[in-house]
């Protein structure tokens, strides 16, 4: 190699231009699938609160009509409403069932700026039971506030217009329409009205008494 007079040989270190290129594209693949996995958790995240609104958007409209007086009618119907500040598509199918009076009402969901046919694209599907039958009274159940077991007329073998001997037509025993003990209508002990014992009698400890 040629020298000029009064120059001096510099080394000079680094990289070259192909491992600079190869660096950057190792970066660049690396950042890629790192934007990616995070794009996909929020995806992700999104797509879950969506769901849990189509689920309640379902849950009201199961609901509304269980508060109708009327049954729904069989077959589809369709319709949008508005719920947490989002539209949202609903489809219900309403079907019998083997019970007579029964209906099943499947009912599908999803945002409303999602295009799909009718088959595909539903974030959530539930399904409610409503009916109209309702179960002759069984006659065993106690009567609200008496603790007193009543059995209907004509159940339990006794024909209409007959109660359990000893009761009277409100489940109490015979000569008491309060259901207080001893025929008192104020509920105190030994018929006295004033719930006083008489003369010489100690109440028992908690009534009327602080134990000493």
Same mark, same amino acid.
């Given at each position: 190699?040629?020298?000029?007079?009064? &120059?001096?040989?510099?080394? &000079?270190?680094?990289?070259?231009?192909?491992?600079?290129?190869?660096?950057?594209?190792?970066?660049?693949?690396?950042? +890629?699938?790192?934007?990616?996995?995070?794009?996909?958790?929020? &995806? !992700?995240?999104?797509?879950?609160?969506?769901?849990?609104?189509?689920?309640?958007?379902?849950?009201?409209?199961?609901?509304?009509?269980?508060?109708?007086?009327?049954?729904?009618?069989?077959?589809?119907?369709?319709?949008?409403?508005?719920? +947490?500040?989002?539209?949202?598509?609903?489809?219900?199918? !309403?079907?019998?069932? +083997?019970?007579?009076?029964?209906?099943?009402?499947?009912?599908?969901?999803?945002?409303?700026?999602?295009?799909?046919?009718?088959?595909?694209?539903?974030?959530? !599907?539930?399904?409610?039971?409503?009916?109209? +039958?309702?179960?002759?009274?069984?006659?065993?159940?106690?009567?609200?506030?008496?603790?007193?077991?009543?059995?209907?007329?004509?159940?339990?073998?006794?024909?209409?217009?007959?109660?359990?001997?000893?009761?009277?037509?409100?489940?109490?025993?015979?000569?008491?329409?309060?259901?207080?003990?001893?025929?008192?209508?104020?509920?105190?002990?030994?018929?006295?009205?004033?719930?006083?014992?008489?003369?010489?009698?100690?109440?028992?400890?908690?009534?009327?008494?602080?134990?000493?």
């Amino acid at each position: 190699m040629m020298r000029f007079p009064g &120059s001096t040989l510099r080394e &000079s270190g680094g990289f070259t231009l192909i491992e600079v290129l190869v660096a950057l594209a190792i970066v660049a693949i690396g950042m +890629a699938a790192v934007l990616g996995t995070l794009t996909s958790s929020a &995806s !992700t995240v999104v797509y879950m609160r969506d769901k849990t609104l189509a689920n309640w958007v379902a849950l009201n409209r199961i609901a509304e009509q269980r508060l109708q007086p009327q049954m729904p009618q069989l077959g589809k119907t369709d319709g949008d409403v508005e719920f +947490a500040g989002q539209k949202w598509h609903w489809r219900q199918e !309403t079907v019998a069932t +083997a019970v007579q009076g029964m209906v099943r009402m499947d009912v599908h969901v999803r945002p409303a700026d999602v295009k799909a046919d009718e088959d595909h694209g539903w974030y959530v !599907t539930l399904s409610g039971i409503m009916g109209d +039958a309702v179960g002759a009274p069984r006659g065993d159940m106690p009567l609200y506030g008496s603790g007193s077991m009543v059995p209907m007329p004509g159940q339990n073998g006794l024909p209409p217009g007959q109660v359990q001997p000893g009761m009277n037509q409100n489940g109490n025993p015979n000569g008491n329409p309060n259901g207080n003990p001893n025929g008192n209508p104020n509920g105190n002990p030994g018929g006295n009205p004033n719930g006083n014992l008489g003369p010489g009698r100690k109440p028992p400890f908690g009534i009327g008494e602080q134990q000493q």
